[in-house]
């Protein structure tokens, strides 16, 4: 099986930064693509930035240029967020897209989620 751990949230104040973790442990798995998701008070969840296997990063456009979202070869995760804004409170949920070497399929793993809150 395979787990994830996220850290890493917090509370900031607007213009400020934070930097998400997620890591995957386990075995027996090979991760494909990595990614963020948020979801705030009353909204849908949403994509907000993911990066493939070969580390091409793709970006909400409320994001880009401020959010950037990396991985490593030991399976973890990150987003860094600078100039950090209200309106991106939210529970932030790491996801990723694993194949299973033990089910032979492609699994769709999320985080436990972890907040984040900027004031103004």
């Known amino acids: 099986q395979v787990r994830l751990v996220e850290s890493g949230g917090g509370l900031v104040q607007a213009g400020g930064s934070l930097r998400l973790s997620c890591a995957a442990s386990?075995?027996?798995?090979?991760?494909?693509?990595m990614g963020w998701y948020r979801q705030a008070p009353g909204k849908e969840r949403e994509l907000v930035a993911v990066?493939?296997?070969?580390?091409?990063a793709n970006y909400a456009d409320s994001v880009r240029g401020r959010f950037t979202i990396s991985r490593d070869n030991a399976g973890i995760v990150y987003l860094q967020m600078n100039s950090l804004r209200p309106e991106d409170t939210a529970v932030y949920y790491c996801?990723?897209?694993?194949?299973?070497?033990?089910?032979?399929?492609?699994?769709?793993?999320w985080g436990q989620g972890t907040l984040v809150t900027v004031s103004s």
């Open positions: 990066v493939s296997s070969g580390s091409i």
């Open positions: 386990g075995s027996r798995f090979n991760i494909n693509r």
């Open positions: 996801n990723l897209l694993v194949y299973s070497r033990v089910d032979l399929r492609t699994l769709e793993l």
